[in-house]
């Protein structure tokens, strides 16, 4: 009889690459549906400024955003080699970009909105988006403080600070995936192609939290421990 000794690093094997089978599949996801909104962008015309909110806000969220979370996942394929030093600095320049892009493409259709007398945040899709934004600010601000947890253990415990950055991060990407979501109707593609675009976005947002809640839970546990 095989001993559990012998079957526990075969199923943590398993597991393992089963992880890294579905982060490879959802880069894929990523790029296809980064590419589709970059190229939907281009055909509209870069010479408009609604296009500029459209493929920063998309590219924003899509891509950089999700890329940077994945950079903590111990089965990225393109992070896993590196130290944790070196996957939170690339956190943080993919945050960084994306928030930026996010920030310029809201603002741009505000400044739209604003010369065109029209009122602000009415839809959906705009109540989402500023949501995401406030939590986006709220991440950025945790995360500073969870890079000076050491320092600040004395008025807080380091793992509160880093639980906050966390559900603020994922509140804030959740928000916005929904918010580019809410804006796939016809009259932008085709019904089938926006289902594709729903299917896919979906898919990619649960597997990109995969690793930031198997962190969440893994330091909620311990917390309780203690």
């Known amino acids: 009889m095989e001993s559990i000794d012998t079957k526990e690093p075969r199923r ?15 880069h894929m996801l990523i ?3 980064t590419f589709y909104l970059s190229y939907y962008s281009y055909i509209r015309g870069f010479g408009k400024l609604f296009t500029w909110h459209i493929f920063l806000c998309s590219v924003g969220y899509q891509f950089f955003m999700a890329e940077s979370l994945l950079t903590l996942y ?4 393109w992070t896993n080699r590196y130290s944790s030093n070196t996957k939170r600095h690339w956190h943080w320049i993919l945050q960084a970009i994306g928030c930026t892009a996010i920030l310029v493409g809201i603002v741009i259709e505000i400044y739209i909105k604003e010369d065109a007398g029209r009122k602000h945040f009415r839809s959906d899709h705009a109540i989402t988006g500023l ?28 793992v509160y ?22 804006e796939y109707t016809p009259r932008m593609i085709s019904l089938q192609h926006k289902n594709m675009l729903i299917a896919f976005t979906t898919i990619t947002t649960a597997l990109t939290l995969v690793g ?3 962190t969440m839970f893994n330091q909620f546990r311990n917390l309780c421990k203690s």
Do not use: D, W
């Not at 111990?74 to 394929?77: A, T, W």
């Not at 600070?161 to 809410?182: D, E, Q, R």
């Open 131 to 158: 949501v995401s934004l406030i939590f986006i600010g709220l991440s950025f601000l945790n995360g500073i403080a969870a890079m000076y947890t050491v320092k600040i253990k004395h008025i807080i415990r380091p």
């Open 31 to 33: 790029g296809y549906v």
């Open 74 to 77: 111990s089965q990225n394929s």
């Open 161 to 182: 600070v880093k639980m906050c950055h966390y559900l603020t991060g994922i509140v804030a990407f959740v928000i916005g995936v929904t918010s580019l979501a809410l």
């Open 12 to 26: 943590e094997k398993f597991v393992y690459h089963l992880e890294t089978c579905f982060n490879t599949i959802n």
């Open 212 to 214: 930031v809640c198997k």
